[in-house]
């Protein structure tokens, strides 16, 4: 069963490395996202999975079957590799019927006429496209198309499914629907789904792990809310979640045990981990701080001030301004704030996270705050 | 709201004007011929009074429809051989071009070949000359003393007398002409290739097919509608070219519709030659009409946007460095090669006789001596190829003028006013003449022109008739980069300068035409060029004082002043392509960017 291994994977473009050393481990069945902001090389990655890229050195196993070394001069062409792809635009040929872009890759296989019907029959049926048969694609709309192209992938039957940001051409409900599906889909397949997004939401919400990379270089390889409770760096902790976290400026006063006291423009916070910290007073860090996290509290010790509010139903996101830093929270419930009115906050939780201020960004310490 | 009302605020709006205005004058230049030419087909004229007993001229004739289509043995070799060799000629032009041009469009798209800047730019070149160019190298080349006259260099070199069907007729005007169609195919077919989303290719190899079923069921389908292009422009141009068929045909006596054209409307059957004009535009039209109906629109592309990356490319392996030079040398061959041809051409006294001391300048710097054609001066001292460069130019810069600007206007106004009854009328009209051959259609000037109508004075012979018929003809390319720069720009951008309250004219000039400036000049370049090498537009128009450099390398060419031709051949050549090349340096615009 295929287990996907890579192995000091890099690819260069001339002298910048689009994968820089990728080292990743997809066991089988499993959903694994790639993500990252545009350009990180995640969808190179999936592409020299697939065989449509070349690495320029390392190793790439699929199901314990090397097909590609660049020690041992191995590349096995795509078409060897049995993987399916979906290609963000669909590749749909414009040129064939929906029933002749499914049909066309067993047909590659040799497959009788009468059994490629009754697969894809059966496929159209799967994906509800089956009135759409005779059409041609110009002639569907995104979500049909989009279906069309996972009929076309699922037709021969992969073993393991690529697919590069496949919902990033759907309109924001169909989106939602197309989730919902895939990971239906993942279950029904039993198959291992490899996905390329730059939509944390969408990694979040798919995934049983997120690979998360930045500049070719691999950030931090986790379950979603391990990624999203553990941040590996402020990178990390940035990407993820929505509303972003709020990443603030402070300084170590005094370091006792597992018990800090931080100082934030001004205010002192007392910062208490379960971990003994290594921290040194004087010390500049950042403290992060998830949205939700913030409370508004009559008791609160910090005063700030309202600067907008976006209220949703389910939720409103706060904008606040303390001290001139900005700080967003997260209020549950429908309610809303007058603007510029006057709030004391509080932090709650035990997932507060300070990280080292330089360009790594590594996270020192959780804890809470009070 | 009354009619008067209603009629103002329409023309309040410039867009209106413009589309009011085009529509009226290209019905007079364009529709209305039509119906004169028709009308000659049925009269009966000066020149034919002796031969159509008992008739004066103007009078209704049904004889010229007799005489061509249906009078046996006589109808076949005026009118039915001549379209049989058209038709023939025109598919095999076009069979050689898609194949030399596609071929060539995959190898450079889709192989690791060597040189493909180098090789690109070479390709092209054939089609930026004018297309007699390599028909005329042809004959420099390939002639044979066999229906007299002097042997071509491959004789004097190698003693080997080249048959008559090598050097002349069929064969050689189909690979001429197949050649200088190439490039178009290939920028076609190469355009498609080269943004083809290389996804759709992958994503056939994923499923498991093969390199050749890819090629088969994918990338030729996907590349079909430019095909059908190619052959549609390449069909219809090499029904109606007329210089190469004249070259190399002439000495063997293979006719083709515009050498019966251009022979029956300088001789004494102007009927024949007007119904011929007739057929030829029909032709033309159901050529179009048919791509229409061909290409089907359900098919039509998806145009959903993604990363689309580099396809692998196909490696030709051993095959890749023989191959990168055999093309380099077989690319010198007609770009390069026909162009020394002419120059030696031109500097041989004695034709056929290549030995050193046969040398000489005096076709071009000669003073003109009674032994040598006649007494004709060099042409680098010769007044009348002054004249005629003069005219060339002069005519070029005005046809490009005008094309160009009325195209601008016409695309303004065409594409502000989209779907509407009026600007698809324009649009129709506009792109008309370019269904019109140009032998037609000098045809159908010669017949209208020749007499005064109302307050225009006859123009038969005049420059302004040249300028006129010019500026019709190529006013389809300008049109269309016309349209093509409106709807890319978008109607919002001008929007917002209007709800500011600029002017119709300051929006123009400040803000539309700067923003698609390349677009534009390359509505302007696309007439000049092509005015430049333009031969069988003007051919039955022109006049002793108006010659151009074409007409007068056709004349010398006729008259077997062999070393003249080669040398305004060479003229025109080198005037052409240091256009396009300035032009292509000062502006971006290039010919074989946008033409099609």
């Known amino acids: 069963m295929p287990e996907i291994i890579l192995k000091n994977v890099t690819k260069m473009y001339g002298k910048s490395a689009a994968v820089d050393h990728l080292n990743l481990n997809i066991p089988d069945h499993s959903f694994i996202t790639l993500l990252g902001p545009s350009g990180c090389g995640k969808t190179t990655t999936l592409r020299m999975i697939a065989g449509l890229e070349t690495p320029t050195s390392g190793e790439i196993s699929i199901g314990g079957q090397v097909v590609f070394s660049s020690e041992q001069g191995i590349d096995v062409p795509p078409e060897k590799r049995n993987v399916g792809f979906l290609f963000q635009n669909y590749a749909l040929w414009p040129h064939m019927t929906v029933f002749e872009n499914i049909a066309f890759g067993l047909e590659n296989l040799k497959w009788p006429k009468d059994k490629i019907q009754e697969r894809a029959a059966l496929l159209m049926k799967m994906l509800k496209i089956t009135e759409y048969g005779e059409r041609y694609p110009a002639e569907l709309s995104g979500g049909q198309q989009q279906r069309v192209a996972i009929a076309r992938t699922l037709a021969t039957g992969p073993k393991t499914l690529f697919m590069d940001e496949p919902l990033s051409n759907l309109d924001a409900k169909l989106r939602m629907e197309m989730r919902t599906e895939l990971k239906r889909l993942h279950m029904e397949t039993d198959s291992t789904f490899v996905y390329v997004t730059h939509d944390q939401l969408e990694a979040m919400t798919l995934s049983t792990r997120i690979c998360l990379i930045k500049e070719g270089l691999l950030q931090q390889y986790a379950p979603p809310l391990t990624v999203y409770n553990e941040p ?43 971990q003994l910290l290594t921290l040194q ?12 996290n913030v409370i508004l509290d ?35 419930g429908s309610v809303d704030f007058k603007v510029n009115e006057e709030v004391h906050i509080k932090v709650k939780s035990d997932k507060n996270l300070l990280f080292a201020d330089d360009k790594e960004g590594k996270v020192l310490a959780q804890g809470s705050i009070y | 709201m009354n009619l008067t009302q209603r009629l103002k605020l ?79 000629i025109s598919l095999a032009t076009c069979a050689i071009g898609i194949s030399v041009g596609g071929a060539f469009a995959w190898l450079i798209t889709r192989t690791n070949l060597k040189f493909k800047a180098l090789l690109s730019a070479l390709f092209v070149i054939p089609y930026i000359m004018p297309a007699w160019t390599l028909g005329l190298a042809w004959l420099n080349f390939f002639r044979n003393s066999l229906v007299g006259g002097v042997p071509g260099l491959f004789t004097v070199l190698t003693g080997i007398t080249t048959p008559n069907w090598f050097a002349y007729g069929f064969f050689p005007i189909s690979v001429v002409q197949g050649l200088h169609y190439a490039p178009f195919a290939y920028i076609l077919i190469g355009g498609i290739l080269k943004n083809m989303d290389a996804n759709l290719e992958e994503a056939a190899q994923l499923l498991h097919a093969t390199r050749w079923q890819i090629l ?83 098919k039509a592309y998806t145009t959903i946007t993604g990363k689309s990356s580099n396809v692998a490319l196909f490696n030709l392996r051993g095959l890749k460095t023989p191959l990168s030079y055999c093309l380099v040398v077989a690319l010198l061959c007609v770009t390069i090669v026909p162009l020394l041809t002419f120059a030696i051409e031109s500097f041989i006294v004695e034709p056929g006789n290549y030995s050193l001391s046969n040398f000489s300048t005096v076709f071009w ?95 038969y012979g005049t420059f302004a008739v040249l300028a006129l018929i010019g500026t019709v003809k190529y006013l389809p390319f300008a049109t269309k980069s016309g349209i093509n720069a409106m709807l890319q720009l978008g109607g919002q951008i001008e929007e917002a300068a209007l709800i500011m309250g600029v002017g119709w004219w300051k929006r123009m000039t400040r803000i539309i035409i700067p923003i698609q400036k390349t677009s534009f000049l390359s509505g302007y370049l696309l007439p000049y060029i092509s005015c430049m090498r333009e031969l069988s537009l003007f051919i039955l128009l022109i006049s002793p004082s108006t010659a151009v450099l074409t007409t007068m390398l056709f004349q010398y060419n006729e008259k077997g002043w062999n070393q003249y031709a080669n040398a305004i051949n060479l003229l025109i050549v080198v005037v052409v392509l240091l256009s396009n090349y300035i032009i292509n340096k000062l502006t971006g615009a290039s010919i074989d960017k946008g033409i099609g």
């Not at chain 2, 011929?33 to 009269?43: E, N, R, W």
């Not at chain 2, 519709?257 to 059957?269: E, I, V």
């Not at chain 2, 009325?406 to 370019?434: D, Q």
């Open chain 1, 232 to 274: 590996a760096n402020t990178f990390v902790a940035d990407f993820i979640g929505s509303p972003n976290i709020n990443l603030l400026p402070v300084k170590i006063q005094s370091v006792a045990g597992s018990k800090a006291v931080l100082e934030l423009n001004g205010n002192t916070l007392q910062f208490s981990s379960a």
């Open chain 2, 10 to 88: 329409f023309l309040r709006k410039p867009h209106n004007v413009i589309l009011v205005v085009l529509f009226a004058v290209l019905m007079v230049l364009t529709f209305l011929p039509l119906i004169s030419i028709i009308m000659d087909t049925f009269t009966v004229h000066t020149s034919e009074v002796m031969r159509i007993r008992g008739t004066h001229a103007g009078d209704f004739t049904l004889y010229h429809w007799r005489k061509v289509l249906a009078d046996g043995e006589n109808s076949m070799s005026i009118f039915y051989k001549p379209l049989l060799n058209t038709i023939a």
């Open chain 2, 365 to 459: 710097t000669g003073e003109g001596a009674v032994d040598i054609a006649n007494g004709e001066p060099g042409i680098l001292r010769n007044r009348s190829v002054y004249n005629g460069l003069y005219n060339s130019v002069i005519l070029s810069l005005v046809c490009a003028f005008f094309a160009g600007t009325i195209g601008i206007l016409a695309g303004y106004a065409i594409a502000r006013k989209k779907g509407t009854w009026l600007s698809e009328a324009v649009n129709h009209l506009t792109f008309f003449p370019y269904l019109l051959p140009s032998m037609a259609m000098g045809a159908i000037y010669l017949s209208v022109f020749a007499v005064p109508h109302g307050p225009i004075p006859a123009l």
């Open chain 2, 216 to 298: 088969q069921r994918i990338t030729l389908p996907m590349v079909k509608p430019a095909i059908l292009s190619t052959f549609l422009l390449a069909f219809s141009s090499s029904m109606s070219a007329f210089a190469v068929p004249a070259f190399l045909g002439m000495p063997v006596r293979y006719q083709v519709l515009t050498t019966q054209m251009y022979r029956t409307l300088q001789g004494l059957n102007p009927g024949y030659g007007y119904l011929m004009a007739l057929i030829l535009i029909l032709i033309g039209v159901s050529i179009m009409l048919i791509n229409q109906k061909v290409l089907d629109n359900r």
């Open chain 1, 298 to 332: 009559p008791n609160g010790e910090l005063t700030a001030q309202i600067y907008s509010t976006l209220p949703s139903g389910m939720e409103t996101v706060v904008r606040l301004k303390l001290d001139g830093m900005n700080i967003t929270e997260v209020v549950f």
């Open chain 1, 281 to 292: 007073p004087g010390q500049a860090a950042i403290l992060g701080i998830r949205p939700e």
